[in-house]
Structure formats: structure tokens, C-alpha cells
């Protein structure tokens, strides 16, 4: 079953379900850190001329933490 809280990045063919806020290269994944999640995040909203959102920048985190208690996969 695939995971509804996302926040991760593939590069390469993976043939499995991907675990929330990880980096995936091929079929090796490694758990990306809150603060990292949300510099992507800041970067994403700069390359776009706007600026970052706090709440935004909040639910990152919300979710972020909501997905430790997920079972793994």
C-alpha cells in the first residue's frame, strides 16, 4: 500500500512503494530530514519569485512528523 504523505524524491527506476520523506536513487532509500525537506521547500518557492510561507513551512513539519509513525514498508 502506497503511502499518502509524500515528500520524497526518486532518481533512477524504483519498483516499490517509496517510504515518505526519503531520496530514493535507484532502489536504495535514505530517510531526508525535516530540514532539509523544507530548504527544498525554499528553494522550490524562490525559483518561483515568490517567498517561503510559514504555515506552509509548519505543515512541512506537521507531516513530516506524522510520517515517523507510519509503519515501514
Known amino acids: 500500500m502506497a503511502s499518502t504523505l509524500q515528500g520524497s524524491s526518486v532518481v533512477g527506476l524504483v519498483?516499490?512503494?517509496i517510504p515518505p520523506f526519503s531520496m530514493c536513487i535507484n532502489s536504495e532509500c535514505e530517510r531526508i530530514r525535516v530540514?532539509?525537506?523544507v530548504e527544498v521547500y525554499k528553494r522550490f518557492v524562490?525559483?518561483?519569485?515568490?517567498k517561503a510561507n510559514e504555515n506552509e513551512v509548519a505543515l512541512i513539519r506537521a507531516v513530516y512528523e506524522l510520517s515517523l509513525h507510519e509503519p515501514p514498508l
Open 35 to 37: 530540514e532539509k525537506a
Open 46 to 50: 524562490e525559483l518561483r519569485r515568490a
Open 15 to 17: 519498483r516499490r512503494d
